[in-house]
Nanobody, 127 residues
Framework: QVQLVESGGRLVQAGGSLKLSCAAS????????MGWFRQGPGKEREFVAA????????YYADFVKGRFTISRDNAKNTLYLQMNSLKPEDTARYYC????????????????????WGQGTQVTVSS
């Protein structure tokens, strides 16, 4: 398994931007498909965005399309989530997750597709 550590979460005003990072340990980061999930207060954890191991394909939950961008730098073993036009309903703890890739085009969106999880970073959006 790969070890994951998220960072970048903080308090931000509505309409603002944040960039989350997820640093991965190990030498096989490029073998993993990656994703971001979030869990808001009193809510179930939900899928936010995913990216294939090469970074060629991305996929987003409808509620973040056009506002969030997932990316990765395999040379730096790091996953990113650029979040723009933040809304109070984006307030949540954000988790990155990794899973062994099955194919170059496989985009994982379910929790069962991921084997390793970080501890999360808190994002709070004030109105």
């Amino acid at each position: 398994q790969v070890q994951l550590v998220e960072s970048g979460g903080r308090l931000v005003q509505a309409g603002g931007s944040l960039k989350l990072s997820c640093a991965a340990s190990g030498r096989t980061f490029s073998s993993y498909h990656m994703g971001w999930f979030r869990q808001g207060p009193g809510k179930e954890r939900e899928f936010v965005a995913a990216i294939t191991y090469s970074g060629a394909i991305t996929y987003y939950a409808d509620f973040v399309k056009g506002r969030f961008t997932i990316s990765r730098d395999n040379a730096k073993n790091t996953l990113y989530l650029q979040m723009n036009s933040l809304k109070p309903e984006d307030t949540a703890r954000y988790y990155c997750a990794a899973g062994i890739s099955r194919s170059p085009s496989y985009v994982a969106t379910g929790e069962a597709d991921f084997d390793s999880w970080g501890q999360g970073t808190q994002v709070t959006v004030s109105s």
